[in-house]
């Protein structure tokens, strides 16, 4: 890529000429694609942009509000969020098997976004995060392991013409791109998450006692591993749906039993577990026990192959 500026003005003359006076319109997941994309388009079209965050339950803690805060308030792009939380819940209601889950919760996106899209005007464009690796990984279809596109994209019969600004650059391009767009630090390093998001950590039916008890977990997990300065690719925690025998305070206890995994990988099509510090994950553990409906805590030291990085 030539340097990130020139890409930048570039791309806003690009957006500027296609799309002229028109509305465009753009999903917000809080990951770093669609994040660059939101702040490129804005420097072209300031307030023709919407950007819509669709709040599906299924995150990590404290991440609606960051989205809202950071987008929202700090880079002054019009946004809109929908709290679609109960209504995804209701949709995976008595749903166990992962690519079940997959598509609910693709579809259930599509339908909240064309159903929200409708009340706010009339939008030309559809501004998407498509990075060169989604164009390459959705092309081979024969490969996939998991229906990872599906997820969190386009309404099929929607009537949008496609803005894909980011379409030729690499992730790390996309990085550089967006710290040069004052992105904060945060954003730009931030982890791979999932579309599908804590919806694939759970193990089993998914409700809202477990994605409290998940979300906690994860987050004493993260803080551990960053408070100890860790350089990792991935790491989050998952509720294996396994209850196991536990005693507090002399009592016994019958309880959730957390897996903590962390991999370090290039592409995600392989991945090595990380050898974490025992400090780190003894650390962890103790707090993650304490978090109500929790007795036992363990941890992943399997490759892929021969397992994915995500338990479902
Ligand atoms: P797996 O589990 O297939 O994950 O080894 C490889 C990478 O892809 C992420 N992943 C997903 N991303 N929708 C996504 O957007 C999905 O359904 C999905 N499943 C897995 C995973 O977090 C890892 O970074």
Request: glycine fraction near 8%; include cysteine.
């Amino acid at each position: 890529m030539k340097n990130e500026d020139q890409f930048i003005n570039e791309q806003i003359k690009i957006i500027q000429e296609t799309v002229g006076s028109e509305k465009v319109l753009c999903a917000l997941s809080g990951g770093i694609d669609s994040a660059v994309t939101a702040l490129l388009v804005h420097r072209a079209i300031g307030d023709n942009l919407l950007c819509m965050f669709i709040d599906n339950g299924l995150m990590r803690k404290g991440e609606p509000e960051e989205v809202i805060e950071t987008f929202g308030r700090r880079c002054n792009i019009r946004l809109q969020a929908v709290n679609a939380q109960e209504r995804f819940l209701h949709a995976l209601k008595g749903i166990t098997a992962p690519e079940t889950k997959r598509k609910i919760i693709g579809t259930e996106f599509i339908r909240v976004f064309e159903e929200e899209a409708i009340k706010y005007g009339d939008f030309s464009f559809l501004a998407q995060g498509t990075i060169r690796s989604d164009i390459i990984e959705t092309g081979n279809k024969k490969r996939s392991i998991k229906s990872h596109h599906n997820v969190g994209g386009l309404p099929e019969k929607i009537n949008f013409n496609l803005l894909e600004p980011l379409k030729t650059l690499y992730k790390d391009q996309v990085r550089s791109v967006g710290s040069a767009l004052g992105l904060p630090d945060y954003i730009v390093r931030r982890q791979p998450f999932p579309g599908p998001g804590l919806g694939i950590r759970i193990i089993g039916e998914i409700t809202a006692e477990k994605l409290e008890i998940l979300r906690e977990a994860d987050f004493v997990f993260c803080q551990e591993i960053e408070k100890d300065g860790l350089s990792i690719w991935q790491y989050f925690a998952v509720l294996t749906n396994m209850k196991t025998v536990g005693v507090t305070g002399g009592v016994r206890t019958y309880n959730y039993t957390i897996a903590l995994r962390a991999v370090d990988s290039i592409d995600a099509i392989t991945a090595e577990w990380v050898r974490l510090p025992w400090a780190t994950l003894k650390a962890a553990a103790e707090k993650i026990t304490q978090i109500p409906g929790v007795s036992r805590v363990v941890y992943d030291i399997t490759g892929k192959p021969p397992a994915t990085i995500e338990w479902e």
